[in-house]
């Protein structure tokens, strides 16, 4: 099942800060973290796995709460270069591969 | 250190024909999987492909098939293509497992007439 993403849109001026949402009806194993610009392909941010381990290499923070199957991805002071479109993707447990995105937050940054 | 490379970038069918598309991994990674973007819409998973074997599959009808070679580049069929297949297909490999941070292709935008 599909995750839910909000807000679908937010518009910041530089320097302001943001805070994604994503939520799953189903037990998750783990959140992974993508950001896609126009015309370009995604990017990967970070993942988050049940017990707290997290895997990412840019500067932007994000949470995992198991029990409520909720993931939040923080970004602050915002740059020019975070606009895109960011997607959160889940992965059941077990032997299940599958990466099932949500429709995405249009994050703008403007000056 | 090259990334994911898919060909061929665009590409124009009419409804009924087949296409291939085809996918290059990032170097030293040993999956591939396949995605469907729909203007507006996040990735639909197609299939995955580990040790030249489909692993999972998403809600994607027979027509869509794939296969993966020994160097692990793969190539995503289509067969008897409908005006709704129209989209941006996307690659992303990765390493074994179901936590591994997935690095995409550029994609193949696929038109159908």
């Known amino acids: 099942q599909q995750p839910v993403q909000s807000p679908q849109a937010v ?31 995604p990017v990967f941010l970070m993942i988050l796995l049940k017990g707290g381990e997290q ?22 002071a915002s740059q020019l270069s975070y606009s895109g479109t960011y997607f959160c993707g889940t992965v059941g447990g077990g032997s299940n ?12 940054v403007n000056p | 250190d090259a990334g994911v490379t898919q060909s ?6 009419t409804r009924g024909q087949q296409v291939t598309l085809r996918c290059s991994p990032k170097s030293g990674h040993d999956t591939v999987s396949w995605y469907q973007q729909a203007l507006g819409q996040g990735p639909q998973f197609i299939f995955q492909y580990y040790e030249e074997e489909e692993r999972q599959r998403g809600n994607f009808p027979d027509r869509f098939s794939g296969h993966q070679f020994p160097n692990y580049s793969s190539e995503l069929n289509v067969n008897a293509l409908l005006l709704g ?14 936590n591994q941070p997935q690095h995409f292709g550029d994609g193949t935008r696929l038109s159908i007439l």
């Open chain 1, 11 to 41: 518009i910041l001026r530089e320097g302001e800060d943001a805070v994604i949402n994503c939520s799953s009806s189903k037990a998750l194993y783990s959140v992974h973290w993508y950001r896609q610009k126009h015309g370009e392909a």
């Open chain 2, 85 to 98: 297949d129209s989209a941006l297909y996307l690659c992303a490999s990765s390493l074994q497992g179901n």
């Open chain 1, 55 to 76: 895997k990412g290499h840019e500067k932007i923070s994000a949470s995992f709460n198991e029990k409520k199957q909720q993931s939040s991805l923080y970004l602050t």
């Open chain 2, 8 to 13: 061929p970038t665009h590409l124009i069918k």
């Open chain 1, 97 to 108: 591969y599958k990466l099932t995105f949500g429709k995405g937050t249009l994050l703008t």
